[in-house]
């Protein structure tokens, strides 16, 4: 039995489950893409080779070995992209809630139901499928759950919309003890850069008290300056919309004082070590081709 037990996106991790690249499939049709980024790399010819992305996720791996973590992979199911399992659930206290994803990725979660057949099924959640939400949308800080939500009218046709008011609202009535507050995110189903693909692209916690945000990705200035409130600026490390195209704001947080870093991020490693952050540093440039890093490829079961 796994005790489920997740509070916050720093605390020391014990066991997480990283998705896989293996058997990921063939370089997809453009109209496949559910992605500006990824549509912009088959377009160019650049997509992402199989052998590279798993050559990357062994790299984290072995991070992950190197701190006791205990991992958890998905069952490869053939030529289906399994690299994300940010997204396809995730974990609020001791609670597990399935993800209404999109539905090109909604296999995603059958391989991993080995996994989820070992949590105790009171404390696994399920809703209805009007209700939507992805796991980098949902993150946990304090007594507070942000969640990165698309408000536009034009929610159903955009396909970088992924969490819904009522998938806030769900979150809401399950936890009436935190607060949940959501955010506006930009999107663009066609320009990467003018994408928050989820709130953990353009903005995410580190250690105690610091965050990584990219102020343009919200819609309302509201919602930013909330969150400059409530950290502080000197705690913020301000992303350009190039750096979040490299998916500076998905690094991945293994303690308060470890966090997982692409290795050519060298402004942000910088800038992380002058805080006092151990910098584990691995390649995922070939991952970030596919609008998405090391946060979205991990979901964290367990920490201290
Ligand atoms: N949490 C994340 O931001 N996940 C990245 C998902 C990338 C994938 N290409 C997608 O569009 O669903």
């Known amino acids: 039995m796994i005790k489920l037990n997740v509070q916050d996106e720093t605390s020391r991790l014990k066991a997480v489950i990283l998705g896989t690249a293996k058997s990921c499939g063939p370089i997809p049709k453009i109209e496949d893409a559910?992605?500006?980024k990824s549509a912009e790399h088959i377009k160019a010819g650049t997509y992402?080779?199989?052998?590279?992305?798993?050559?990357?996720?062994?790299?984290?791996?072995?991070?992950?070995?190197?701190?006791?973590?205990?991992?958890?992979r998905p069952k490869v199911i053939e030529d289906y992209n399994q690299i994300f399992s940010r997204d396809i659930a995730f974990v609020i206290d001791n609670k597990l809630i399935k993800s209404n994803i999109l539905p090109d990725r909604e296999k995603e979660i059958e391989a991993i139901q080995y996994i989820l057949d070992t949590i105790d099924p009171a404390n696994v959640v399920e809703t209805s499928d009007d209700v939507h939400f992805e796991g980098g949308d949902v993150m946990l800080?304090?007594?507070?759950?942000?969640?990165?939500?698309?408000?536009?009218?034009?929610?159903?046709?955009?396909?970088?919309?992924?969490?819904?008011?009522?998938?806030?609202?769900?979150i809401?009535?399950?936890?009436?003890?935190?607060?949940v507050k959501e955010f506006d995110l930009v999107k663009s189903n066609t320009n990467a850069k003018k994408n928050a693909l989820h709130l953990d692209c353009c903005f995410q916690p580190v250690g105690k008290d610091k965050a990584i945000i990219h102020k343009e990705g919200f819609r309302n200035e509201e919602d930013y300056n909330f969150l400059v409130n409530l950290f502080g600026k000197e705690n913020l490390f301000h992303i350009s919309a190039?750096?979040?195209?490299?998916?500076?704001?998905?690094?991945?947080?293994?303690?308060?004082?470890v966090v997982v870093s692409e290795k050519n991020f060298t402004r942000l490693n910088t800038w992380l070590r002058e805080?006092?952050?151990?910098?584990?540093?691995?390649?995922?440039?070939?991952?970030?081709k596919q609008e998405g890093l090391l946060r979205c490829s991990t979901m964290p079961l367990i920490r201290e």
């Open 34 to 36: 559910y992605d500006p």
């Open 48 to 72: 992402p080779l199989e052998k590279d992305m798993v050559a990357e996720m062994e790299a984290l791996n072995a991070i992950f070995e190197k701190y006791n973590v205990k991992v958890y």
């Open 141 to 170: 800080w304090k007594n507070y759950i942000f969640i990165g939500t698309y408000k536009g009218e034009d929610y159903a046709d955009i396909i970088t919309a992924r969490t819904n008011m009522k998938g806030v609202n769900f």
């Open 172 to 179: 809401k009535e399950l936890f009436p003890n935190k607060i």
């Open 242 to 257: 190039d750096e979040m195209y490299q998916m500076f704001s998905n690094v991945f947080s293994i303690s308060n004082e």
């Open 275 to 288: 805080q006092g952050f151990i910098v584990e540093e691995v390649p995922y440039a070939e991952i970030a």
